[in-house]
């Protein structure tokens, strides 16, 4: 892998950045090799494959991986790619299986990777094969409160360092339970649109009170929640922080009302504040009093494509994105309290929800424009809030001084300037750990 171009797409100055990015076919090839073939990437959840020999069929970009637990209860992500020819040797989403068959020639591998037989190995190959050489190709793994993790670069910095301070604001949403969290899903879509447009809106709730305005008003007279407008949003105390290239809003949160998840209702309001107060002594013993009471997570991205907490942008072309959306819930939750979750997370987004379509209409605009002949030639402009942003006194990452801010998308399109630019992961830069991470919840749950 070589640097072959450099970029400068975003000038940090005035927050214009070039629309080619959204559209070119070279930069998109460059993006798969410096960025996905670089970054520890979100694949799947422990959850997903809970049993020895399980496997769960996913995507690194655009490389199909199967993510096994192997006969030792340990986690593999393979290349799906027979070393002999290149067929796929899983054809479908899921399952339990001890080995994987190539259909073409039969070479056959282990749960763990290992090339375990090849017809005719004495009377074709004559023994000379080398068969241990001959694994499936494997990424590095890891997790972080059971979200799995993996990398294909040697020279990758640990999961720990790459999530860095994100990790304090995280936890008070993905790692809150000793009994960790469970994934349904995935639901599958495509979108015609370029991966980063949704990554980047992760942080923008300035268009909330305008796309969203039918659905917010539909929430308000069903739903009881407060009519929201660009007022509340200006005024609000939330924050808008930005760590390692991960993006992130949260809020202060007052520690006597649960914290707020798609799913909450008038009606279901009684059984989410019994939890919370049912479950707050364990909350504070692993997060601390602060995280614990103060602090909730909001709208969010993890570098690259991680899109609202476990949901997934796989790029399929500059101008196609797979999206996968998945709804995590905490294990040990009331069966009542998950059913309004789920139903929640589905009618909010998902292929059929009311947010994420007023969303998909946006997005496709955007990256409409960077395929116009006249339209790519005039920047983007992501100038708001410039200047008002740095360190804070409680708070770790680069916060904005208000949480409606383009502060996150900026630091964004640079962290993209960082890996496109780089020979190696030497050349890429990452934030030393400051946070204090009080209480008993670890990297791995």
């Known amino acids: ?13 005035t927050g214009k950045i070039d629309r ?21 990437l979100m694949i799947g959840h422990e959850s997903l494959v809970p049993k020895v020999n399980d ?8 490389d199909p991986v199967i993510l096994t637990r192997d006969g030792q209860g340990r986690l593999h ?5 027979c070393r002999h020819r290149g067929n796929r040797v899983v054809r479908c989403d899921d399952g339990n299986a001890t080995r994987f068959m190539c259909t073409y020639h039969g070479w056959t591998y282990g749960s763990d990777g290992k090339l375990e037989h090849v017809a005719g190995m004495s009377e074709a190959y004559y023994d000379a094969l080398d068969k241990p050489s001959l694994g499936l190709v494997q990424a590095r793994v890891d997790t972080y409160a059971g ?8 020279d990758a910095p640990s999961l720990e360092a790459f ?6 604001y995280l936890d008070t949403v993905f790692n809150r339970r000793d009994g960790g969290m469970q994934a349904l899903g995935p639901m599958k879509w495509l979108e015609p649109v370029n991966w980063k447009t949704m ?29 929201l407008s660009h007022k509340d949003q200006f005024e609000s105390p939330n924050k808008h922080v930005f760590v390692n290239g991960h993006s992130l809003t949260f809020r202060e949160a007052p520690d006597n009302t649960p914290r707020y998840v798609h799913g909450i209702s008038k009606d279901t309001f009684p059984l989410f504040q019994a939890y919370h107060e049912a479950t707050l002594p364990e909350v504070e013993r692993r997060l601390g009093a602060f995280r614990a009471r103060h602090v909730q997570l909001g709208n969010h991205s993890i570098f690259p494509n991680g899109v609202l907490g476990f949901r997934l942008a796989l790029p399929r072309g500059p101008l196609q994105t797979e999206f996968w959306h998945f709804v995590l819930l905490e294990k040990d939750a009331p069966e009542a309290l998950k059913h309004a979750i789920r139903i929640g997370s589905q009618a909010n987004n998902g292929a059929a929800g009311l947010f994420e379509q007023d969303d998909v209409d946006n997005w496709r605009q955007v990256t409409a424009a960077s395929k116009s002949r006249l339209g790519r030639r005039i920047s983007q402009d992501l100038s708001m809030g410039l200047g008002h942003a740095g360190a804070h006194p ?19 399109y640079q962290r993209w300037e960082e890996f496109m630019n780089a020979e190696s992961w030497a050349d890429i830069p990452i934030a030393p750990i400051t946070a204090r991470f009080e209480g008993t919840a670890t990297l791995h749950g």
């Open 20 to 40: 080619g990015i959204f559209s070119d076919q070279a930069v998109y090839d460059q993006e798969m090799e410096k960025i996905f073939g670089r970054a520890w």
């Open 199 to 227: 990554v980047d809106n992760c942080s923008d709730n300035y268009h909330v009170p305008t796309t969203h305005l039918s659905s917010a008003r539909v929430q308000t007279r069903y739903l009881g929640r407060p009519p």
């Open 1 to 13: 892998m070589g640097a072959t171009q450099k970029y400068s797409i975003i000038d940090p100055a």
């Open 147 to 154: 979200i799995v993790f993996a990398t294909w670069a040697e």
């Open 394 to 412: 409680e708070y770790p990452g680069v916060v904005s001084e208000r949480y409606i801010s383009e502060n996150n998308q900026r630091l964004f």
């Open 163 to 168: 999530l860095g301070d994100a990790r304090w």
């Open 77 to 81: 992500a393979l290349l799906n790619m």
């Open 55 to 62: 496997f769960f069929h996913t995507y690194m970009g655009e």
